[in-house]
């Protein structure tokens, strides 16, 4: 017996209200060199399964990993960022002791302008992807080395 004898073939009209569906489903037929019922059917049963195999060429799904992989990363990224801030500043609190100077205004306020200079070059650093951080030798300013630099935009 042949398939078709056990399943005999179900004749199905339909009725498309946007033309562009018909375009597409027809451009589909062409593209696969099958009839127009088949590509139809095709459609349909891609349709009903749960979640559809993609084209293995799709680069939306490859978008969508890449972006996910990147997240991850970016993640663990941030992580280890945020253990090593806790340290230092772990370090740094365990190391100066509390003195009555830290509770003058004066330098408090200086304390606190030299923290916002510092915030407003590094956000002027990142915005222009300008150059790193220096340091000096011999009395002269010279770029650091960095493992990590500014992605080119």
Known sequence: MSRREDHPTVRVQVYFENPRIETALRREARAAKIPLSRAAERAIERGLLKRPTADPEDRLLDL????????RSTARDMAI?????????RLILLRLPDTPADEDALLQAAADSRIERLLDAAAARIATGGPGPTHEVNGHATPEDRSFRAAAT
């Open 64 to 71: 969508e990993r890449s972006l996910r992989d990147h997240m």
């Open 81 to 89: 960022l945020q253990e090593l801030v806790v340290e230092l500043a």
